[in-house]
């Protein structure tokens, strides 16, 4: 038990160290950014969950079986999340941690490294997951007026589904390091998980949803909900969960104990079955990942004097940087094989467009067409948002250790920057004018209302990426076993925030004269002198707001840089 103390001491130091490195402000200002994040998620979700209860409620005879289906959806999804979340986080932690060769070399038994190491792995996978479950579970006891007792249940059954989880996704986790090396299990997983995840948004996407509110479908409904009514397998982590927070709304102590009690006995039966089957092929698929090659797909390059030769044709350091950015993306197999989710994504927003019921609407046809393009375009740049937190964002620290080689290199730090937002300028900005080009299509638009739009991402496009360049080199992280993570820092979330406001900055300086124009075009009657003027300032504010989205943050990104660097 020392051990393990030992063994887990580091952790708590470094997370006692980096808040005493951090200045009083800062830490502050952190705090109060992560708190009020956090009590805005908890507050929204609490509100959904309370509105969607209420309304069951009020359902007669199928109102708490759907509350029940969809507590048990909920389980679920956490249940997949903590699966695919504690593999990932379990074979860094496990198998790819820079520190690992110099705990290997302390005096401690391997079952021991590994039993503190799955600890820490089951704690960063789960925290997350248990924090923003607690307004799901406050949902349910103040609309079913549960008791102490139910809360009590809602943590004892959802700790046991956290360690299930984890000691399912480890124990595949160790089995796989024997046969594969670890590097290219993190590219299994990634790929895979990836396409799962692709295949259940078009699935669910082109179930059509939409149609339940059609009052044609009612009876196919009905004989759905008395489906709904069986109950899930015995055999499933979930169920037990499920069944002991049922129990314990309905009042039935008893029975919640006894579901509660197969819970806990089958995480500690798990968790036994792990340390053992660990204890014997651990240190094997160890040694295996320092030893063998990590790629999945090895490269095969052609002919020396073939390849290549269009880019030989230009020279310099910044198109060598540029190169060594599009090559570093594609041989990374974790990173391309997310172009599947982007795209089936992109296959979804397009296809929520085709199938809108304009027709049906009692509102006039036009009218929704131009607020829907209107609407479309803040639309297009959050996605363009998210897309450019998980590449644009992390660009920077993706250098890692080899950032002494840009400061070596013939050229500037500024000029690097302006590398890397040329590089992802050109693919996000053909990304979001499709995005906005095919959806007008779609929707019928008017002449006036493409242009707007195009032209109007057209400006937004420049204004994001060098939002995440610029706070990606204010704020990076070159000592990182993950780049990709650092969007959830407080930089990255700086960035969501920023982009999120510039979009919205943009949408409301252009909806009032949008509005008027779509109003006197509907009208048949032309813009006053008075709407004209507002038509200009307003754009001119609109160009201004863009060239300053992408001056400062580039300005501050090089001048950050240029400290960390110093």
Known sequence: ???????????????????????????????????????????????????VLTYFQGVEEFGDILARKLLSMVLLTFFSLLLFSSAVTSLSKLYLSRDLMLVHSLPVSGGKIFLARWLESTLDSAWMVIIFSLPVFLSYGIVYRAGPFFYMTAGMALLPLCVTASALSTLVVVVMAVLLPAGRIRTVFVFFGLLMIVALILVFRLMRPERLVNPENFATLVLYLREMGTPGSPLLPTTWALDSLNAALSGLNGEAFFHLALAWSGAAALSFILT?????????????????????????????????????????????????EVRTFFRDQTQWPQLFLIAALILVYLYNFSVLPLGQSAIQTLYLQNLFSFLNMGLAAFVLTAIAARFVYPAVSCEGDAFWIVRSAPLSLRAFLWVKFTVYYLPLLILAEILIVISNILLQVTPFMMLLSAVTVFLMVPGVVALGVGLGAAYPDFRSENPAQSVTSFGGLLFMLLAAGFIAAVIVLEAGPVYAVIMAGFHGRSLSGLQLGWLVVSFTLVLLLCALAV?????LGERRLNGTAS
């Open 1 to 51: 038990m020392n051990d393990l103390r030992v063994l887990l001491r580091p952790r708590l130091l470094s997370f006692k160290n980096g808040r005493a490195s951090q200045s009083v402000g800062s830490r502050r200002i952190r705090y109060l950014l992560f708190a009020g994040i956090g009590l805005a998620f908890w507050v929204g979700a609490f509100l959904i969950f309370y509105r």
């Open 276 to 324: 053992r089957v660990a204890g014997e092929i651990y240190f094997l698929g160890y040694t295996r990942a320092q030893t063998a090659a990590n790629r999945l797909f090895p490269l095969r390059a052609g002919p020396s004097g073939n390849r290549h030769r269009f880019i030989e044709r230009f020279s310099g350091p910044a198109w060598a940087f540029a190169v060594k």
């Open 551 to 555: 001056i400062l943050p580039m300005r």
